[in-house]
């Protein structure tokens, strides 16, 4: 029991646990369709935890992730259908654009506070709308781009949804190393005291603008990686799959799974992208019966999901005696 | 351009721009008693325009009676919205309850839409709508209308923040509210209040502006979030600069049609927002807070 528990709680277990059953996921189903919705979840979950990383450990809000989203799909898809080349270029140069574009918003945008800098990323975020619908020429206005060729290696086409799983099975694990890593790390010290107080941070000999940049350029890439994959995926891209909406989804995604943990990242991503699939079939309910889950969920649980369940599961182990009634609070504050 | 197109942009730009300040003024009435951004503001202005449409076609009303009912009744879905939603999370972190409002603001959104339907709906303009002429330009009445209640509305707002003792304690208590609080004034009232006001100052305007450009479920969104730049580029603490920021915010949008391209007006307007907030993080006319460790 003592050896059990001692296994569970390093952190490597939990992320081989989750990445095996990640992986066996699709083998239960032989519809194509919940394979394409278990990648849109996939990148969902790896757009969150570049965004939770920003939020909850920087303490930085941004409501115009959709913009990097789009952007790395429209790379993408501009890449390879206007120059013929391969989707891996694609992938690179929306990386690529991600990251640089990114860098040139972060230097003004974060030295603004708090809803100013959440209204400058919604700003940015509305232009880049306004310019995949308007210059027509190089996005296709609202027609979009069809006709995006798939990702292959070495002769290998990840042709169907099975196949193209594996490979965002791969990325989101390597996201997911990336961000765990991170959040444990110097960097992501710094950044959490970035977000407990800046001055405080700065004067203690963190350099808090570089952090918040580099922080806010690597939520950037997941985003433009996560979109990416899903133009190879749909093999179409268009405006609207870019939002405000999906950028306020998005940090929806991360305050409902809870701030600041990466497993809290993935139950919001997880949830949001499941319940508004699930509720597809209440045709015009959907969307009321969904405001009225995370109105519910966000009043009777602030801290989100994760850290209303760390909490039950405290409350569990302490009825039964399982720890000294002393332990379970760190669950809370972590 | 010529000053007759340059005069009919800027009367368009001024109309459209005092709607985003009755809505800007709703986010900082919000703002300062609850340093809330409340994403449901565009939903009041929508509610505003449905039911005062119901009120009037559907229940015979005539307008002098249907729209100062569909106010009061969005104001009290205001009240409703903060005792339900808002007060039982008071202690929470600022996100969470940002995020419970874009909740409720999906919820108004999809009940209106089973309620009314997709279709959008209009009134009958106010006081008819034979167009002004003006200097080789042109206003309709319903335009003035628009601007004359938005400036009017600014204007007792000032009268009952400085006169009335209601209106001074809601001063004191954005201002400082523990210690409003040790001075009597009741601050969870005044937070009821800011909401009720605030829905009410939507639905004002979701009704003014149905006559010109109708109203249907889903136009809350974007009229929201006009607003909320607007308050932002006046300075989202300062109700007489969140009103000249929505107005500004107009006529530059309007302006940027007859200059540029209809399709680009939102970037354009959104560049010049990004512009001021990079050279004046705090609005135009917010106040420069220092923070202290």
């Known amino acids: 029991?003592?050896?059990?528990?001692?296994?569970?709680k390093t952190r490597r277990t939990g992320l081989a646990l989750y990445g095996t059953a990640m992986a066996l996921l699709p083998l239960m189903f032989s519809n194509d369709y919940y394979v394409k919705v278990l990648i849109i979840l996939g990148i969902n979950i790896l757009i969150v935890l570049g965004l939770n990383l920003l939020m909850g450990y920087a303490g930085q809000v941004s409501i115009g992730h959709a913009a990097f989203?789009?952007?790395?799909?429209?790379?993408?898809?501009?890449?390879?259908?206007?120059?013929?080349?391969?989707?891996?270029?694609?992938?690179?140069?929306s990386i690529i654009l991600g990251g640089i574009v990114a860098y040139g918003i972060a230097i003004p945008t974060l030295r603004l506070k708090g809803h100013y800098l959440a209204m400058a990323t919604l700003g940015f975020a509305e232009i880049v709308h306004v310019l995949f619908l308007q210059l027509k020429d190089i996005t296709g206005g609202t027609d979009g781009i069809s006709g995006i060729s798939t990702l292959s290696i070495a002769g290998f086409l990840f042709d169907s949804p099975q196949k193209l799983y594996i490979l965002v099975w791969i990325v989101v694990m390597a996201g997911l190393i990336i961000s765990i890593n991170l959040a444990n790390s110097r960097v992501g010290r710094a950044l959490r005291a970035v977000h407990?107080?800046?001055?405080?941070?700065?004067?203690?000999?963190?350099?808090?603008?570089?952090?918040?940049?580099?922080?806010?350029?690597?939520?950037?890439?997941?985003?433009?990686?996560?979109?990416?994959?899903?133009a190879h995926m749909a093999g179409f891209v268009s405006p609207d799959s870019f939002t405000l909406g999906?950028?306020?989804?998005?940090?929806?995604?991360?305050?409902?799974?809870?701030?600041?943990?990466?497993?809290?990242?993935?139950?919001?991503?997880?949830?949001?992208?499941?319940?508004?699939?699930?509720?597809?079939?209440?045709e015009d309910f959907n969307m009321v019966i969904f405001g009225l889950i995370l109105v519910l969920v966000m009043?009777?649980?602030?801290?989100?999901?994760?850290?209303?369940?760390?909490?039950?599961?405290?409350?569990?182990?302490?009825?039964?005696?399982?720890?000294?009634?002393?332990?379970?609070?760190?669950s809370a504050a972590s | 351009m010529h000053f007759d197109q340059f005069l009919q942009y800027l009367i368009s730009g001024i109309t459209s721009g005092s709607i985003y300040a009755l809505i800007a003024l709703g986010f900082t009435l919000i703002h300062n008693s609850t340093k809330l951004i409340n994403f449901a503001q565009g939903e009041f202005v929508m509610l505003g325009g449905l039911i005062a449409i119901s009120l009037y076609s559907a229940a015979g009303l005539p307008l002098i009676i249907a729209i100062p009912i569909s106010i009061i009744l969005v104001a009290i879905v205001g009240i409703v919205f903060e005792r339900l939603a808002i007060r039982p999370l008071r202690n929470s972190s600022n996100i969470t309850l940002i995020i419970v409002t874009v909740g409720v603001s999906i919820l108004l959104k999809n009940v209106a839409m089973i309620l009314w339907g997709r279709d959008p709906q209009s009134l009958p303009a106010f006081t008819g709508d034979k167009p002004i002429a003006l200097f080789g330009a042109t206003i309709t009445p319903q335009a003035l209308w628009v601007i004359a209640v938005t400036v009017i509305t600014v204007v007792l707002l000032q009268v009952f923040y400085k006169r009335s003792i209601v209106g001074k304690a809601m001063k004191a208590s954005a201002i400082n509210p523990p210690a409003a609080n040790l001075m009597g004034i009741n601050t969870s009232n005044i937070v009821m209040l800011s909401f009720a006001m605030s829905a009410g100052f939507g639905?004002?305007?979701?009704?003014l502006i149905t006559p010109i450009s109708m109203t249907g479920y889903s136009v809350g969104g974007f009229l929201g979030l006009k607003g909320f730049a607007g308050a932002v580029l006046g300075?989202?603490?300062?109700?007489?600069?969140?009103?000249?920021?929505?107005?500004?915010?107009?006529?530059?949008?309007?302006?940027?049609?007859?200059?540029?391209?209809?399709?680009?007006?939102?970037?354009?307007?959104?560049?010049?927002?990004?512009l001021v907030l990079f050279i004046r993080p705090s609005g135009i006319l917010g106040d420069k807070v220092r923070e202290k460790v």
């Not at chain 1, 029991?1 to 569970?8: E, G, K």
């Not at chain 1, 995604?253 to 992208?273: E, H, K, P, Q």
């Not at chain 2, 049609?257 to 399709?263: L, M, N, V």
């Open chain 1, 69 to 93: 989203y789009g952007m790395g799909a429209y790379a993408s898809a501009i890449v390879t259908t206007k120059y013929g080349m391969s989707p891996w270029f694609g992938l690179l140069a």
């Open chain 2, 235 to 274: 300075g989202l603490d300062n109700p007489v600069g969140a009103v000249l920021g929505g107005v500004v915010l107009g006529i530059i949008e309007s302006l940027s049609i007859g200059i540029i391209d209809s399709g680009y007006k939102d970037a354009v307007a959104f560049f010049i927002l990004l």
């Open chain 1, 196 to 230: 407990g107080s800046e001055i405080a941070a700065a004067s203690m000999g963190i350099d808090t603008a570089k952090y918040k940049i580099q922080i806010f350029v690597l939520s950037a890439v997941f985003a433009c990686i996560g979109g990416s994959l899903y």
């Open chain 1, 1 to 8: 029991m003592v050896a059990v528990r001692a296994l569970l």
């Open chain 2, 203 to 207: 639905a004002m305007a979701g009704v």
């Open chain 1, 299 to 330: 009043v009777f649980m602030p801290q989100g999901l994760y850290g209303a369940g760390t909490r039950v599961i405290g409350l569990i182990k302490r009825r039964f005696k399982l720890i000294p009634d002393t332990a379970g609070e760190e």
């Open chain 1, 246 to 282: 999906v950028s306020i989804t998005l940090v929806t995604m991360v305050v409902l799974g809870g701030m600041a943990n990466v497993w809290g990242a993935i139950i919001g991503a997880s949830t949001l992208t499941i319940l508004e699939e699930y509720l597809k079939g209440y």
